[in-house]
């Protein structure tokens, strides 16, 4: 006779029961356990001999809440046919569409799969409908129906007909899918043998409680032994998005560099965002396409900039004291005060340059949230975050800046290696736009920098070379994480985000 737990005298026998096999759930369900616990016994079984654990992966179908009305209702195409019947097989489509409660965008979907399964005629000049037979049920339909009687069924369990009416429903978005791994259990021969010597059920206990204390019967009590190699079930404790951990470490590895951070407003007024930046007024990039203005207010106010605002408008029209010859046009300070969303974070850089707290020779950095119209894709945004930097000092140049680009390339993105080309942007001579290589992941732009311009630094009293950089913090950490779609950084797949590593 075998002394065996509890658990694992009931999951034994629950599978002679059954001839042998059995899976996980219904074990659980016969034996009132938890699924847990039943695992947890099937583990020490299987290390003991005693059972096989056999895993496949099965897929589970069932309704939408647009699958569930239908298979109550009916599919449209089907009260479209229902419909003409009533009507004597013959209609314009128009009272067809009516009699079937048909309307808007499910009108198009009744009479396209009304063709498509090729149940009568549509005559798009007379604007005539027409059944050329009475369809029986089909495979579809037929899923509908079950799918709704049984909620859920097994798709490798099914024909082949079947699988294909599946196929067709999901793509219509009727059905959706779900994978699972399966379990069941498996006696062995050891196991049936030790089940036909009999079992003793060891009687043991997980922890001490107060009662058993108080009573004695602790000194009796057979403790349960602890297996530290046992798998258990995955915890997820709580915390940040991986995003915004990593946003956070980037803040810390700076400031431990040196840098001191730079703030600035999300809505913008034009004269920082763009004209503070010798960007002209008339520039393409400054028309709505590229910018999000605000409505309402529609102006700012640049009262407190007006010594400033004074010399960036002689720059832009003659060039002032800079050397430059300006754009040669009139510049306008209501434009300067339109309000934005901020396109570009070095709208936060042309503020630091005016601060008090500007300290020369100085380093500092803003991690800031942009706007721009944009077709969102795999990878673009119509929001997105920017580093941005600034270093200004005696003496610098820009070998001094494309050090600190390939810095941040391999510490922060873990790039392996990186090259710079030639840019252009109306604030910086000479401008770099860094590219960066990591090894299974390929190339990727990361943004621009250069040396920002006697037009920038001169209006803003600032006489010390300025190095300037603009970098996608968000391609900074898909070229980390090693992800292809720019739209998982601010995905709410639990999955994704939970598997993430905390380092």
């Known amino acids: 006779m075998v002394k065996l737990r509890e658990n694992e005298a009931k999951t034994l026998l629950a599978l002679k029961e059954a001839n042998g096999r059995l899976s996980v759930s219904e074990i659980s369900k016969r034996k009132d356990l938890a699924h847990a616990a039943v695992m947890r016994a099937a583990l020490s079984l299987e290390s003991d001999g005693l059972i096989r654990i056999i895993e496949r992966k099965i897929h589970r179908a069932s ?8 298979a109550d209702i009916g599919l449209p195409e089907r009260r479209l046919v229902e419909a003409l019947s009533r009507l004597g097989g013959e209609a314009s489509l128009s009272e067809a569409l009516s009699e079937a409660s048909l309307k808007g965008n ?33 495979m579809d339909e037929r899923l509908l129906r079950i799918l709704r009687d049984k909620e859920e069924i097994i798709i490798e369990d099914l024909g082949e007909e079947m699988r294909e009416a599946i196929r067709l429903l999901k793509g219509r978005k009727l059905v959706e899918i779900r994978e699972e791994t399966q379990r069941e259990l498996e006696l062995t021969e ?22 058993l204390i108080i009573s004695g ?39 431990s560099l040196g840098f001191k951070e730079m703030t600035g407003p999300i809505v913008e007024l034009s004269f920082f965002n763009c004209d503070a930046l010798y960007m002209p007024q008339d520039h393409p990039a400054r028309e709505v396409h590229d910018m999000y203005f605000i409505r309402d207010p ?33 510049f306008s300070l209501l434009e300067a005060a ?22 020369i020779p100085g380093k500092y950095f803003a991690i800031a949230r942009c706007f721009r119209p ?26 001094d800046l494309l050090g600190i680009l390939k810095r941040f390339a391999i510490d922060v993105a873990g790039a392996d290696k990186v090259k710079y080309r030639p840019d252009y942007f109306p604030f910086t001579e000479p401008s770099v736009e860094l590219i960066a290589y990591k090894e299974g992941y390929g190339w990727m732009e990361f943004g621009g920098s250069g040396i920002f311009r006697p037009e920038v ?47």
């Open 63 to 70: 309704l939408t809440d647009e699958g569930r009305t239908y």
């Open 298 to 330: 529609k102006y700012g106010k640049l009262d407190k900039y007006k010594r400033f605002l004074e010399n960036v408008r002689r720059t832009h029209e003659n060039g002032w004291v800079t050397g430059s010859k300006g754009w040669r046009y009139s």
């Open 106 to 138: 499910i009108s198009a979907i009744a009479l396209g799969w009304f063709s498509r399964k090729e149940w009568g005629r549509i005559e798009k000049k007379k604007r005539l409908i027409k059944l050329l037979r009475k369809p029986s049920e089909g």
């Open 374 to 399: 944009d077709v969102i894709d795999k990878t673009h945004l119509t929001e997105f975050n920017q580093v941005e930097g600034i270093v200004l000092g005696e003496d610098l140049g820009l070998k």
């Open 190 to 211: 050891k196991g049936w043998r030790v089940i036909s010597e009999g079992i003793e059920i060891s009687r043991e206990i997980s922890q001490i409680t107060p009662e």
């Open 457 to 503: 630094t001169l209006p803003l009293g600032i006489k010390v070379p300025v190095l300037a950089w603009g970098l996608g913090v968000d391609r900074l950490f898909m070229m980390k994480m090693g992800i292809d779609d720019i739209r998982y950084l601010f995905s709410y797949d639990l999955d994704w985000i939970r598997r993430a590593g905390v380092t």
């Open 217 to 255: 019967k602790w000194r009796e009590a057979r403790l349960r032994k602890y297996d530290i190699k046992a798998p258990v079930a995955p915890v997820w404790p709580g915390k940040k998005h991986p995003y915004l951990r990593f946003l956070d470490e980037l803040k810390q590895r700076l400031v």
């Open 338 to 359: 339109r309000l934005m969303l901020r396109s570009q974070t070095t709208a936060t850089s042309a503020r630091m340059l005016i601060s008090e707290k500007l300290e």
